[in-house]
């Protein structure tokens, strides 16, 4: 079983909708779970950082982690053109100096 | 401005000759990784650095090497680059393990 999973879109939504990303993971030792959004030949950028179970929102996102169900989510409200881009999980641990991504989720958003 | 320099951006070589790609970081973090991404694989950590002169293996160290004699810089070096190292990696720092990490924006190698 892979440590984590993220479906790979691509997902094609209108300008203004809100978008979902999700991702599973298997190792119950994570502590740390980032978003990253990646524009085309760009590097990663970090979207959110949080390390407790909950909701954490930030303008139009919002960052939802359910440790008991090793389950989290991206939510955008309003979606824009220029959120178009791959995002990517990620999961570190305490202590620990491996990080962990999803493989990325291509979004499009549609003028 | 804070930010991770790599170069080259993009480099085309041949099986078997050495190459290197630099990484700079002006932010002072302790921590720098090199990750390669490949299509449906996602980021692999290749090296990481906890700090000047302590390195360790991530999940794919095969066929690389890396050093870290400089606090700023960690640069990633192929002995003799194969086909199979063509991918886009990316170096990236932060304050320390299990901080969010800062990345370059990538070098996109071609080995024929």
């Known amino acids: 079983q892979k440590e984590v999973e993220q479906d790979p879109g691509p997902l094609s939504v209108p300008e203004g909708a809100i978008v979902s990303l999700n991702c599973t993971y298997s190792n119950s030792a994570f502590q740390y779970f980032m978003w990253y959004r990646q524009y085309s030949r760009k590097g990663p950028e970090l979207l959110m950082y949080?390390?407790?179970?909950g909701n954490k929102e930030d303008g139009r996102f919002t960052a939802q982690v359910d440790k008991s169900s090793k389950y989290i989510s991206l939510f955008i409200r309003d979606s824009q053109p220029s959120d178009s881009a791959t995002y990517l999980c990620a999961f570190g641990q305490y202590n620990f100096n491996k990080f962990y991504f999803g493989s990325g989720t291509k979004l499009n958003v549609k003028p | 401005e804070a930010q991770v320099t790599q170069n080259p951006r993009y480099l085309i070589t041949v099986t078997g000759k050495k190459l290197t790609v630099t990484c700079s970081q002006n932010?002072?973090?302790?921590?720098m990784s090199w990750y390669r991404q490949d299509p449906g694989l996602g980021l692999r950590q290749i090296y990481y650095s906890m700090n000047v002169e302590v390195t360790d293996k991530g999940d794919v160290p095969e066929g690389y090497k890396v050093s870290r004699k400089e606090k700023r810089n960690f640069p990633l070096i192929l002995e003799s680059p194969s086909p199979n190292q063509t991918s886009l990696y990316f170096c990236a720092s932060s304050l320390g393990s299990g901080q969010p990490q800062h990345f370059g924006d990538g070098t996109r190698l071609s080995i024929l």
């Open positions: 932010m002072n973090h302790e921590y």
């Open positions: 949080t390390y407790s179970s």
